[in-house]
Structures are given as C-alpha cells and as structure tokens.
C-alpha cells in the first residue's frame, strides 16, 4: 500500500510531481554518464552492470528488475512504499537505457574523467530533487532503513554491508569497480548536504527540511 494519500494532497502538487520525475529523470542520465565514463561505477551499478553482462540484457532493464525485487523484500521488512518509490523502480532504468543509447562511450581520458564528474555532480542535484520532494525513498534505500529497524544495527553499519556485499558480487560478475565507485562514495553525500534545503517542497505552509543524510542509491 502505497505511504498516505496526504502526501499527493495539496497546491505544492505539480511542483513537487514535476521535481520528482525531473530528478528520477536526471538520476538515470547521471548514472548512464557514469558507466559511460569507464573508472567505476556508483556502487549498485557494479551489481547491476555484472548481472546485465551475464544476462545479455541492458543494464536499464536489470536496474529496473533489481528495484522490483528490492522492493518486493519490503514486505517482510513491514516498509511501505511511496510513489516515488514505484516510480523509481521504473523511471531510473528508462532513463538510463535512453541516455546510453545516445551518448557514446568517449575514447580519451579527459572526456572520460569530465562524464564521470559531470555524472557525479548530476547525481546529487538529482538526489537532492528527488529527496526533496517527499514522495517516499527508492527501494534501495527503504531495504536500507527497514533493516536498521528490523535488526536494531546502525545505520552506518547496515549501508555499508549492504553496499560491501552489492559491490563485491557487481564485481565478481563482471561490473566495472574503480576510481569512480570511490569518488562517489566520498562525495555525494558533501554534494547534496547543501543543495537539499534548497531543494525541499512539501505540502506544508512552512516545510521542515528533511535530515541530511547519506542520499539514497535509487
């Protein structure tokens, strides 16, 4: 059941639809430009980058099938999705696929380092947006949350296993782990800390921004 009707309530409305899948949008762009890039990927896309190399399918498609199956472990977890957890599970992969099939690979160094800050610095605009609005996390990050809950363990450490063991088999099956991943790690949450007031729109006259904490990876 999706999180509280309030939530889809109110004249911040279409603003607040319209932040959502612009940064859902952005998101897949910004992940596409990253794997494009060559030096590691952000660390669910090593996962999802390995499974699509062994299934033959795109890696859009395996982001999408990941985020259903995540999202289906909610419910053991008692989590409850928001729209913008639905539409991350299918947005992030659409976008994704259609901004691989049209930017190419770069051959040259340079370029390769420009798409991958260009992507990383996309990234936490969109993180930010998509944050901001309130429409509920990404499958990713509410299985996150949900075991903090279930197992009474830190939030730290529950992320990190997660993302330990995501990247670790990403990486056996063939997902490309490299300067990226790291850059990613150590920098998106700086990136987005600053930028998530900013960006914060909810139906309340005098909206409270949400905690900023380490952005969600889809």
């Given at each position: 059941?999706?999180?509280?009707?309030?939530?889809?309530?109110?004249?911040?409305?279409?603003?607040?639809?319209?932040?959502?899948?612009?940064?859902?949008?952005?998101?897949?762009?910004?992940?596409?430009?990253?794997?494009?890039?060559?030096?590691?990927?952000?660390?669910?896309?090593?996962?999802?980058?390995?499974?699509?190399?062994?299934?033959g399918?795109?890696i859009?498609?395996?982001?999408?099938?990941?985020?259903?199956?995540?999202?289906?472990?909610?419910?053991?977890?008692?989590?409850?999705?928001?729209?913008?957890?639905?539409?991350?599970?299918?947005?992030?992969?659409?976008?994704m696929?259609?901004?691989?099939?049209?930017?190419a690979?770069?051959?040259?160094?340079?370029?390769?380092?420009?798409?991958?800050?260009?992507?990383?610095?996309?990234?936490?605009?969109?993180?930010?947006?998509?944050?901001?609005?309130r429409?509920?996390?990404?499958?990713r990050?509410?299985?996150?949350t949900?075991?903090?809950?279930?197992?009474g363990?830190s939030?730290?450490?529950?992320?990190?296993?997660?993302?330990?063991?995501?990247?670790?088999?990403?990486?056996?099956?063939?997902?490309?782990?490299?300067?990226?991943?790291?850059?990613?790690?150590?920098?998106?949450?700086?990136?987005?800390?600053?930028?998530?007031?900013?960006l914060?729109?909810?139906?309340?006259?005098?909206?409270t921004?949400?905690?900023?904490?380490?952005?969600?990876?889809?």
């Open positions: 059941m999706l999180q509280a009707t309030s939530s889809l309530t109110g004249r911040r409305l279409p603003r607040r639809l319209v932040q959502l899948y612009a940064g859902l949008a952005l998101y897949g762009v910004s992940m596409a430009l990253i794997v494009r890039s060559a030096l590691g990927n952000m660390p669910w896309d090593v996962l999802h980058q390995g499974l699509a190399d062994r299934l399918w795109s859009g498609t395996v982001t999408i099938a990941v985020g259903a199956l995540v999202l289906l472990a909610w419910i053991p977890l008692r989590q409850r999705p928001g729209l913008g957890t639905v539409s991350n599970v299918v947005v992030l992969g659409l976008a696929d259609a901004t691989l099939a049209l930017v690979a770069p051959g040259s160094l340079p370029v390769r380092i420009a798409f991958l800050t260009g992507g990383v610095l996309l990234n936490a605009v969109a993180t930010a947006a998509y944050i901001g609005v429409f509920g996390p990404g499958p990050d509410g299985l996150m949900g075991l903090v809950r279930r197992t363990g939030v730290r450490l529950v992320r990190t296993s997660i993302e330990v063991a995501v990247v670790a088999v990403g990486w056996l099956l063939g997902g490309t782990l490299g300067l990226g991943t790291v850059l990613y790690a150590v920098a998106i949450g700086p990136l987005v800390q600053p930028l998530l007031p900013r914060t729109v909810s139906p309340a006259a005098h909206p921004p949400p905690a900023a904490a380490r952005p969600p990876r889809g």
